[in-house]
């Protein structure tokens, strides 16, 4: 505690950032790759429906929904029907409440950055956030900071290209939204290299599994975030000993 709080104080340390930003680097280079490609795909696919890199970018500038920005393409194609759209908004990102819970004891007293974090927090972030620690040297909530804010830019300019290059490419885009659930897979064995995360691991795959035979696959997400909760809290204890 006396750590956190003394080196989250603005102006403590002279090169902070520039040290923060050296520990993160290396952290986000899974995201990096994957939200290029993804971003990139996300970026042809607005293209090919007629709204250029201006607006992809905008929208992940603002929205940075990831998985409801594809999502949003539809909804941008079709007749607008604002309470379908909210709605499928919660049903898609619900799981960030999950999230940002479990983030409540990391992201205390962490000062105007807190808003950002919180802002910028999604899956591959809250991936990294919650299981690395950032070096002695590093203040936590530049560290998380500089983790948030990368994975976001990393986004952002993926996009962009992907809208530039869209003017160019004519191929058929079917199939490219599969790159974000081919992110999520090299995060989930990423975690799952450190042996104390693979009991976590396990717990999360079978409960996806039987939320998706009781639920069927369009209804399984947040099921199986509250199970998979429910059973992690519950034994908590265990888990972390």
């Not at 830019?153 to 809208?163: C, D, E, K, P, S």
Request: charged share 15%; hydrophobic share 50%.
């Amino acid at each position: 505690m006396e750590r956190t709080e003394q080196m989250n104080g603005i102006g403590t340390q002279p090169g902070r950032w520039r040290l923060a930003a050296k520990a993160a680097f290396p952290v986000t280079i899974p995201v990096l790759t994957g939200f290029l490609c993804l971003g990139m795909a996300y970026g042809v696919l607005m293209q090919s429906k007629g709204y250029g890199p201006f607006w992809a970018v905008l929208m992940s500038a603002i929205a940075f929904g990831g998985s409801m920005q594809f999502v949003a393409i539809t909804l941008l194609t079709t007749a607008f029907d604002p309470v379908q759209a909210f709605l499928l908004s919660i049903m898609v990102n619900a799981r960030h409440l999950f999230y940002g819970l479990s983030l409540l004891e990391k992201y205390r007293g962490l000062g105007k950055v807190r808003a950002f974090l919180i802002y910028t927090l999604c899956d591959e972030t809250f991936s990294l956030i919650s299981t690395v620690d950032p070096p002695l040297e590093v203040a936590p909530r530049d560290f998380y900071l500089c983790i948030s804010l990368m994975d976001y830019l990393y986004w952002i300019v993926g996009t962009a290209i992907g809208g530039i290059l869209g003017n160019f490419l004519t191929f058929d885009t079917t199939g490219l939204d599969f790159a974000l659930t081919a992110l999520f897979v090299v995060l989930f064995l990423e975690q799952w290299k450190k042996r104390e995360n693979r009991p976590a691991g396990i717990i999360g795959i079978s409960c996806a599994v039987m939320s998706l035979l009781v639920f069927g696959p369009d209804n399984l997400v947040i099921p199986a975030m509250v199970l998979m909760m429910a059973v992690l809290l519950g034994g908590r204890k265990t888990l972390c000993t």
